[in-house]
């Protein structure tokens, strides 16, 4: 790994090419630099930059992750031809959501792997913010599950499953001699990471708190309001206003959310503490964001387009037998300016257009990336 992030930016070795005329690569006499060679179900091919009307090209992009991804191909370039041969590889690794990344230059016989279009999260960090209420010295115990729990103020902690987890968190108010203590479950969900269900609630005086609903509505959902040992299940919209609290105090008030399609219920607790007590209070906030390991994120993308333009796909496969990088060595200076390193592959795997399968065997190739 390097420290600097190793960029790639879109390089094109053009070899001028047609179907009357075969030249070889700009700067190279001989045979062909940019190749890629093995057996396609059990039949040897070979493609050639600079033969067989075949031309080397680089290309770099953003992938959904918005990881950078460059991209060999070596494609027919003459009227009327459609074969081509695609390998790409993500640029650097995301180590965790905190925005550092890590060079991923390739390394010698270092194998990869295949890649998902859209890579499914390894894990979910939680970023806790404590919004408790108290005076002078506080202590403050989390307790997030299995067995792990923090003293921090606000903690980090990285989940490695989706779900509902139940976290609680005890504020020991020392100079109050006073605790206070909320359960309050957190639902992990990559589909609403940020967009949770939750509810903010303001005294509008005389101890009547306004409650009101975030992220759901009543269309979607049914609410249903615990406090003082009361249920209120016919609220009006996302608005909601708890009856005067006559006792001043601090008072645990749960929201049910209840999905009226799939009746899924998502459970929100809050604190709430009347204008006398409020220095004796704990509640918290978090957010959310999706870890994708870095070893998850060193893969490889294979394409290949026939001559009927039908495109067959590795992503549909986890089952590369070998991909190996055999040798990385500098090249000429195709883009003023930029480093250009050609790159020797080995690897095997299947392809398939939905239906139909490709099996590419032993395929020996070579690319250029200028960057």
Known sequence: MKNSIFKIFVAIIVIVSSCKVKQDPIGYIGNAEFYASGTKNNNSFLFEAGNNNFVMQTDNSIDSLIVKTYTGTIKKNCTNCNEKLSITFRNYEVGNSSNWVADSLFKEFYFYNYFNEILPPSGYKVVFTNKSIGLGKVEYKWDFGDGFGSLSENPVFIFNSNGKKNIQLQADFKDANCKSLISNPIYINSNNLNNYIDYDYTNIGSNVFRCTVK???????????????????????????????????????????????????????????????????????????????????KKVLIEYVNENGINYTSKNFEQFTGFVIKEIENYKDIVPGKKTIKVKILFSCKLSDGVNIIDLKDIDAVFAFSY
């Open 215 to 297: 992220n759901a509505d009543s269309s979607t959902h049914k609410f249903v309001w615990q406090y003082l040992n009361q249920t209120n299940s016919f609220p009006k919209g996302n608005t909601f206003e708890l009856p005067a609290i006559s006792i001043e105090g601090v008072y645990k008030v749960d929201l049910l959310a209840i999905n009226k399609t799939t009746n899924d219920t998502t459970i929100v607790s809050k604190n709430l503490a009347t204008s006398a007590n409020t220095y004796c209070s704990s509640n918290f906030e978090y957010s959310l964001s999706p870890i994708r390991d870095t070893l998850q994120l």
